[in-house]
């Protein structure tokens, strides 16, 4: 070997055999073997750094608690700390390299992180990589803990802190709805149930609806937000502690506390923690019914800004890009269409969540990668798509004014409004006759001296008009 590609790397060992490494990353042995053997999507533990933060968190609160507990030297936490804080910085976090959705169980994981720590924290303290004497990954880095406790417990933490930019972007959401129910809330329109002809009421009210659903989706993330406070950190292998010292526990959730400004708190039960994700059926429900129920508002906007010439064309989307090849000066609703899509993806997700807490075993549940991946996934595609649906579609529509007013004479929703005083019976002859002649109604009302196109105004704005206040 010539001596440029000697120093160029460093060699590994355990009872597996020996592994080359590069002689600049702070990964160790177990990290690649994870890498090599692990590997099936594109995406590694560093591509969410919420979840890097959070796991270098709990390493963190972990090293200060065994520096309490004496089961580190001050020196040896002092350099896991500087190693940790350098992940949380953004740091070092090319040399994590396991797959995001490894089917380790989170033990590769958890020895990416270890060993990155360890080898930065023996830089720290005047050591070189790969010689573990000073801080050892599973002596030092990881004592007290086992992979069982601290990954979903990082899972958690990680998670909090995501749901927090959603949380804000559907009220955002809400509040935009809100101010174009306002603007469009003179503009009669013409309510449709299963899509056909239905009853006046104003557009205003359409948004004012939508709105008041962004805000319910709101506050329920925030309430499954809060139930990820309680992490199962402390319970190290299966819930009884084994391992750490007694007063370790109460330590490590003290640290934990003023590192995140979170108070996260131990579980009344650990084995339940250890042994039972349930939190995350419900949190992943929760993201699959906000995806769901904005895929619904943006289906809603593509039926009524259809056409524009030979669809509805009641409201103006804003021309974002081109839409066709082919066709020229075509303009499709990309932004509603891109939300739909997301519905979709979102509950798809939301399955394989639910799968992969059915099929936890016994102690532990041992597909929390899948959990971390597709819960991680969604909450950004949620929040990303929120953000464009809101600030590059919703923001920018516009009424016409006249085609909703239009729709609504031509239709039979007049009719109805007709009812209470004329009676049902003979507006279904005015309405019958209109059918079979081919011609709107209000023009044979306005023939019979009944109803002209001002007081057929007049009415639908009254029938309109709720019968109870909205709170």
């Known amino acids: 070997m010539l001596q440029s590609e000697a120093q160029s790397t460093r060699v590994e060992r355990d009872y597996l055999g020996e592994v080359s490494i590069p002689a600049d990353k702070l990964f160790g042995i177990n990290s690649v073997r994870g890498a090599e053997n692990l590997t099936v999507s594109p ?5 969410y750094p919420a979840f890097v933060t959070a796991f270098a968190q709990c390493k963190l609160a972990a090293a200060l608690a065994n520096r309490d507990v004496a089961k580190l030297t001050a020196e040896q936490a002092a350099a896991i700390e500087q190693a940790c804080r350098d992940l949380i910085a953004g740091k070092f976090t090319d040399s994590l390299i396991v797959d995001l959705l490894e089917g380790s169980g989170g033990t590769s994981t958890n020895m990416n992180f270890n060993e990155v720590i360890a080898n930065r924290a023996a830089q720290i303290a005047g050591g070189a990589m ?3 004497h000073v801080v050892h990954p599973n002596d030092h880095v990881n004592a007290s803990q086992s992979t069982n406790d601290v990954y979903p417990s990082a899972l958690k933490i990680a998670t ?3 749901l927090a930019p959603l949380v804000d972007e559907v009220a955002a959401l809400a509040d935009v709805l809100d101010a174009k129910a306002a603007e469009f809330a003179d503009v009669l329109h013409l309510g449709r149930t299963c899509l056909q002809d239905a009853q006046p009421m104003m557009l205003g ?4 609806g939508y709105a008041a659903l962004s805000r319910r989706l709101a506050s329920s993330l925030t309430e499954i937000r809060g139930q990820l406070l309680t992490l199962p950190l402390g319970g190290t292998a299966i819930g009884t502690g084994f391992g750490a010292p007694a007063q370790y526990r109460e330590a490590v959730y003290r640290h934990l506390r003023t590192i995140t400004g979170v108070e996260y708190a131990p579980p009344a039960d650990p084995f339940d923690a250890m042994q039972n994700m349930d939190v995350f ?7 699959r019914t906000t995806a769901a129920a904005l895929a619904k508002i943006a289906s809603d906007l593509t039926i009524l800004s ?3 010439a030979g669809g509805l064309g009641e409201i103006r989307l804003p021309m974002v890009q081109a839409g066709s090849s082919i066709m020229p000066g075509k303009v499709n609703p990309v932004i509603p269409m891109a939300m739909i899509q997301i519905g979709f993806a979102v509950i798809g997700n939301d399955v394989s969540v639910a799968n992969a807490v059915q099929y936890g075993q016994l102690e532990i549940n041992h597909f ?4 971390t ?3 991680f996934d969604s909450i950004m595609m949620l929040t990303n798509g929120v953000r464009a649906f809101r600030d590059r579609c919703i923001a920018q529509i516009e009424a016409d004014v006249g085609a909703n007013e239009a729709h609504v004479m031509r239709s039979m929703a007049v009719a109805t409004a007709l009812v209470p005083t004329l009676g049902y019976a003979q507006v279904s002859k005015l309405a019958r006759r209109s059918v079979d002649d081919g011609r709107p109604l209000l023009e044979l009302l306005e023939e019979q001296g009944l109803l002209d196109r001002e007081e057929a105004a007049q009415l639908m704005r009254s029938v309109a008009r709720p019968v109870f206040n909205r709170s």
Do not use: D
Not at 43 to 47: E, G, K, M, N, S
Not at 205 to 208: R, Y
Not at 368 to 371: A, F, N, T
């Open 130 to 132: 790969g010689e573990y």
């Open 43 to 47: 995406l590694t533990i560093a591509h």
């Open 368 to 371: 929390e990668p899948i959990v």
């Open 373 to 375: 991946q597709r819960v």
């Open 160 to 162: 909090y802190a995501l």
């Open 205 to 208: 009210q359409v948004f004012g």
């Open 281 to 287: 059926s419900r949190v992943s429900g929760e993201l």
């Open 306 to 308: 259809s056409g524009p």
